[in-house]
C-alpha cells in the first residue's frame, strides 16, 4: 500500500494550490479518504473526507468554503483543491485512505506535503 501526496509549497496569503494524493497498492475505490494536516506542536486534525463513491464530503468548519475534496477512482487519486489560503493553513497535509474489511478497519497514511503560506 502507498499514498503519495504532492501539490505543497509556498504559496502566499489568498493564494491557492492543489493536493494530489496518488494511491496503490489497495482497491482506492472501496476506500474512503480524507486529507488531515499537522501544524509545529499540534495535533493531526481532519481536514476533509470524501466517501469511497465521492458523493458524500465533510470538512472542517476553519475550511468550509475555501477547500475542496475530489477524487478521480479511474486515476487512483484524492485531491485537495485550497483556496483563499491564510496563514493559519500553514501544515504538513497527509492523505489518509481507510477501508473495512471483514468488519476490520484498515488505515493507509501518505508521508505529507508541507503547505506554507506566507507573504
Known amino acids: 500500500v502507498q499514498l503519495v501526496e504532492s501539490g505543497g509549497g509556498l504559496v502566499q496569503p489568498g493564494g491557492s494550490l492543489r493536493l494530489s494524493c496518488a494511491a496503490s497498492?489497495?482497491?482506492?475505490?472501496?476506500?474512503?479518504m480524507s486529507w488531515y494536516r499537522q501544524a509545529p506542536g499540534k495535533e493531526r486534525d481532519l481536514v476533509a473526507v470524501t466517501s469511497s463513491a465521492g458523493g458524500s464530503t465533510n470538512y472542517a468548519d476553519s475550511v468550509k468554503g475555501r477547500f475542496t475534496i475530489s477524487r478521480d477512482n479511474a486515476k487512483n487519486t484524492v485531491y485537495l483543491e485550497m483556496n483563499s489560503l491564510k496563514p493559519e493553513d500553514t501544515a504538513v497535509y497527509y492523505c489518509k485512505a481507510v477501508r473495512v474489511v471483514t468488519n476490520i478497519q484498515h488505515n493507509y497514511w501518505g508521508q505529507g506535503t508541507q503547505v506554507t503560506v506566507s507573504e
Open positions: 497498492g489497495f482497491t482506492f475505490s472501496s476506500a474512503d
